[in-house]
């Protein structure tokens, strides 16, 4: 069973200059400065942590991207609480979501909320729902439908990237290409690409 989603792709980054840089799992973005992203739990828990993160992937130019969001926070005391969750891509036009939690595989319209108290392990929730929306810059929402150490009210602000296969940045490159393998992806941090255009007002609130 899969808990978290992973990226197996290569990504790295269209940056000034021409010079790239890998990007993997979340803790590879540059963090937002910390006690910005807070989460409350129904326990009464009040933990913060970095700005929370949207991947948007076009792993092939003639479909829709696959969206993914973390965030997570954590206390002074070693608990840490996080969420992962597949988006649809209409996620993009509509800014918000509800997404069924799980623990087991991610797919569109799943999540997963994990939480650690203290040494302990990491726990996962088993179901209940989580709803978040974005406004003005920031990603408020909650988790509902759980035992009280996994329901939380969030807010806080969020990053986005935007990555694309790095053939698709040529000049006159095809809109769709069959791959045998997974293409190497490069994140356009400037939204340039047609691909993120798009977006580019989204990712305008992270800078």
Request: aromatic residues 6%.
């Amino acid at each position: 069973m899969l808990r978290a989603v992973a990226s197996p792709l290569l990504i790295a980054t269209i940056a000034a200059g021409g010079c790239g840089r890998s990007v993997g799992g979340p803790d590879s973005e540059r963090a937002a400065p910390p006690d910005q992203f807070v989460v409350t739990t129904n326990a009464g828990m009040r933990l913060t942590g970095p700005a929370a993160r949207i991947d948007i992937r076009h792993v092939d130019p003639a479909k829709a991207p696959a969206v993914e969001v973390f965030f997570s926070a954590s206390g002074s005391s070693g608990q840490t609480w996080s969420v992962q969750s597949v988006a649809f891509p209409d996620f993009l036009a509509t800014l918000s979501l509800t997404a069924r939690v799980v623990d087991g595989l991610l797919e569109p319209g799943k999540a997963s909320v994990q939480v650690r108290l203290t040494t302990a392990d990491s726990t996962a929730a088993t179901s209940g729902l989580l709803s978040r929306r974005l406004y003005a810059g920031r990603l408020v929402g909650e988790t509902s439908r759980m035992s009280d150490e996994f329901a939380a009210k969030f807010d806080g602000p969020f990053v986005v990237t935007c990555a694309v296969p790095a053939s698709s940045t040529a000049v006159g490159a095809p809109a769709s290409i069959a791959y045998d393998t997974p293409p190497t992806l490069i994140v356009d941090e400037t939204f340039e690409s047609a691909l993120c255009q798009p977006y580019a007002a989204m990712g305008g609130w992270s800078r």
